[in-house]
C-alpha cells in the first residue's frame, strides 16, 4: 500500500510540475512530502477539475461541450464569490 501511495503522489508530483509556475515547484513540492500549497492573491482562483468521459462527452456533443464547459465555469465563479474564495 505505500509503495502505491508514493508511487502516487510522485506521479502528482510530475503532473504539477508539469502546469505550476516554477517557483510553486521549488518553494514547496520539490522540497517537502506536503502536496498541498496555499498562496492568496486577489480576484484569482485555480480549479483543477477533471471531468470523467471527457472525450466521450465531446465527440457526442461537438462544439456544444464548450457550450456546457462555460456554463460550468460561470458556475464555480459564482460560487467562488459566494463563499469569499
Known sequence: MTHTKNSSQKLIRTKLSQILP???????LENSGD???????????????YLSNFEE??????????YYLNQLFERLDTTSVKYGC
Open 22 to 28: 516554477r517557483f510553486v515547484n521549488k518553494k514547496d
Open 35 to 49: 502536496l498541498r500549497y496555499n498562496e492568496s492573491y486577489d480576484h484569482v482562483t485555480i480549479a483543477f477539475i
Open 57 to 66: 462527452i465531446f465527440n457526442e456533443l461537438g462544439q456544444k461541450t464548450f
